[in-house]
C-alpha cells in the first residue's frame, strides 16, 4: 500500500479536489484506492457518497475527522490518499501521518501567499521522499497580477530540469459541478484536450514510485 497524502497550510487550493481525483483517476487506470478525509469538514467524504451513505463512484471514503488513519484498514489497496484540513497540519495526528506517508501531493492556486503556504508545508515534509506540486491555473491568471504570480510560481515549479521541481499544471474548471466529480459521467464529458491535463497529473503519480 503507497500512502499519499494531500496537504497545504493554505485553505481553498483544491486539496481535496486533488485528493478525490487523483484517486479516482488511479482507479479507472485498475489500481484499487480509497480516500482517507481527516478534515472536520469531511468534503471528501460529502462529494463521494450518495445521501443514503453508498458510494457514488466505486472508491472507498474513510471518514476520520481529526485523527490518524486507522492502516489497518488500509492494508488492501493500492493506493490511500489522504486529504488534510488547512493550517492544521502541525497536529500530531497529521504529523503521524506525514512521518508514515510515501510521498506528498501539494496543491496551488494563483492566490496571494500560495508559494508561502508551499514552502511553509515542505519545511514540514521529511527528506527524500517525492512531493508533487498541483497549480490549477484559471482565467483570472490573465490579469497582470497574476500572470506576475504564474511567472513566479513557475521559476520554482517546472518538469525536473535543473532545481525546478516537477510539477503538474492544471486548467481551474469549476470545482465542484466538473472537477469534483465523484461521477462517471464527468470522465465522458470532458474533450481529449481536457482530460490530457488530468491523465497528466496520474501519470506524475505513478512516476513518484519508479
Sequence with gaps: MKLITVLNFKGGCGKTFISVITAELLMIAG??????????????????????????????VFPMPG???????????????VDTPPAL?????????IARS???????????????????????????????P???IGPEAKTKGK?????????QLGKGEGDLRPAVFLPWFDRVD???????DFYYGLTEKQYAHFDALRRAVMRMFK
Excluded: W
Design 31 to 60: 489500481k484499487r484506492c480509497a480516500v482517507v478525509d481527516v478534515d472536520a469538514q469531511l468534503n471528501a467524504v460529502d462529494y463521494l457518497r450518495n445521501m443514503d451513505g453508498g458510494n457514488v463512484f466505486p472508491l472507498d
Design 67 to 81: 485523527k490518524e488513519p486507522d492502516y489497518h484498514l488500509l492494508g488492501g489497496y493500492d493506493f490511500v490518499i
Design 89 to 97: 497540519l502541525n497536529s500530531d495526528p497529521i504529523r503521524r501521518t
Design 102 to 132: 510515501d510521498a506528498f501531493i501539494i496543491p496551488l492556486c494563483l492566490q496571494r501567499h500560495t508559494l508561502f503556504g508551499f514552502e511553509k508545508t515542505l519545511e514540514l515534509l521529511p527528506e527524500g521522499r517525492p512531493v508533487l
Design 134 to 136: 498541483v497549480c490549477s
Design 147 to 155: 500572470q506576475e504570480l504564474l511567472q513566479l510560481v513557475r521559476s
Design 178 to 184: 466538473s472537477n469534483l466529480s465523484a461521477r462517471r
